[in-house]
């Protein structure tokens, strides 16, 4: 056979494939046009699970934010400890104990009294009259070293420790009693009524016995008793109520995170599902924060000057929300990296061709230093068979970092998607494709 002949015979080859091409898609068009005709819930299904799961996503920070709260001692005392730096509550505190002090100790009477008692020792005349311009004047004097003794002591280390030990206390009964634990001085059985457990007041009386000398009451033996002292219709309400906030906590934020996931699973297209689903989500966690900071103007309005300086509202305010602000920021944060990853691994033509050119770049280097006699042998080929594998374990350890580790802020995020990122282009970059073999025409062979 001559070589015009062999070109003849694949030309008609080439033209039998083209036109048994254009017959498979002619087949197969009225199948297609039946399938867009047909109606599938999966987009609305799609859509209403991403949905429910973004709306959940504030709610889930709240509660979060509120289980922390109510049954870790630990955070309560960050959140609320710092307060006791505040100028403005510091203020307040001050007035209330100079008032609590001046009702149960009448200034004015007693300095009347001690002049009274210097005026009846017979004094002349001129000392008489200096004694009635100074009453006025000590009993000032008194009250501001009153006043400034109070103050100098809201401003010392000795209140800010006491104040942190306040809060550490009040909130480890708290917890104590809602949760039904033996040490807690003051419990709420399930019938409403409130009790006070003898047990823990025995123990403080023994003792203050032992340490004034009364050795006997060493041998006094552990009490186990409790005594009703109301009956509280409210009780089990709050109960509830706080096992509620803990499950809506601990729960939640994995119910929202669930229907985002499903809503994603169900879509066709799950790489443009997941980038919409994370635009929701961030596009909620920007809602909650603007919530935040319209509920500090409101809360400032309602609360300054009537209670305190607005200023001092507005920093109590600050570090009340520090947390769920904190966390809503990196929510929102890892919302936008998802939603970048998802267009870069997408179908759509910008983010494939900033794909297709990143991966044309890498190909190049990597056929440059294969060039200058640089490569990665087997290493590189079994890098190249596991190239989606690799790609696999890298999102799932990415992922349990970000959803695992405690605190989450903005930074752990940024820098785990960033060494993911370096992580997958180093593997990209030392991977070799396999050699793709070279077909054989029998006809020219």
């Known amino acids: ?13 080439a033209e039998n494939a083209a036109l048994r091409s254009q017959l498979e ?5 009225p199948v297609a046009q039946q399938q867009r005709r047909r109606f599938s819930f999966r987009p609305l299904v799609a859509v209403v699970l991403v949905t ?29 400890s710092p307060l006791s730096g505040n100028a403005g509550l510091q203020r307040l505190v001050a007035d209330k104990t100079v008032e609590a002090i001046d009702q149960r100790v009448n200034v004015p009477q007693l300095t009347g009294d001690a002049f009274d008692a210097l005026a009846g020792l017979n004094l002349p005349p001129r000392a008489q009259a200096a004694l009635q311009g100074l009453r006025a004047s000590a009993t000032a004097a008194i009250e501001d070293r009153i006043r400034s003794t ?43 009524s409130v009790a006070v457990q003898l047990g823990p007041v025995i123990a403080a009386v023994k003792q203050r016995l032992v340490a004034r000398g009364l050795s006997f009451a060493a041998s006094i033996p552990s009490v186990n008793r409790t005594i009703v002292v109301a009956d509280w219709n409210g009780g089990s309400q709050v109960r509830s109520g706080y ?134 042998g087997r290493f590189g080929l079994a890098l190249g068979r596991w190239r989606v594998a690799i790609r696999v374990a890298v999102s799932v350890i990415a992922a349990a970092i970000i959803l695992f580790i405690r605190p989450v802020t903005p930074a752990l995020i940024i820098w785990t998607l960033i060494g993911a990122l370096v992580v997958i282009g180093l593997s990209e970059l030392l991977s070799r494709p396999a050699p793709v073999p070279v077909p054989v025409d029998p006809v020219a062979a």
């Open 1 to 13: 056979m001559t070589t015009s002949q062999i070109d003849e015979l694949t030309a008609l080859r």
């Open 25 to 29: 898609e002619i087949a197969e068009e």
């Open 52 to 80: 429910i799961g973004a709306l959940l996503a504030p709610v889930a920070i709240a509660a979060t934010f509120a289980a922390q709260q109510a049954t870790n001692t630990d955070a309560f005392v960050a959140t609320f």
């Open 150 to 192: 109070v103050q100098d002591y809201l401003a010392s280390p000795s209140f800010a420790s006491l104040w942190t030990q306040l809060l550490r206390t009040a909130h480890s009964q708290a917890v104590a009693t809602l949760t039904g634990q033996g040490s807690a001085a003051v419990v709420l059985k399930d019938d409403g």
């Open 243 to 376: 096992a509620l906030i803990v499950a809506l906590g601990a729960w939640l934020p994995w119910i929202s995170l669930g229907f985002l996931a499903a809503g994603v699973l169900v879509a066709r297209r799950r790489t443009r599902a997941l980038g919409r689903a994370a635009v929701a989500l961030a596009a909620a966690s920007l809602l909650l924060l603007a919530a935040i900071g319209i509920a500090g103007v409101l809360v400032v309005q309602a609360l300054s000057p009537r209670l305190l300086p607005s200023d001092s509202v507005r920093a109590i305010w600050d570090g009340l929300v520090a947390f769920p602000t904190a966390l809503a920021v990196a929510v929102t944060v890892l919302a936008v990296c998802v939603a970048f990853v998802a267009w870069f691994a997408g179908s759509s033509p910008s983010g494939e061709r900033v794909r297709g050119g990143l991966l044309r770049g890498i190909g190049t280097a990597r056929d440059g230093a294969e060039r200058r006699g640089i490569t990665t």
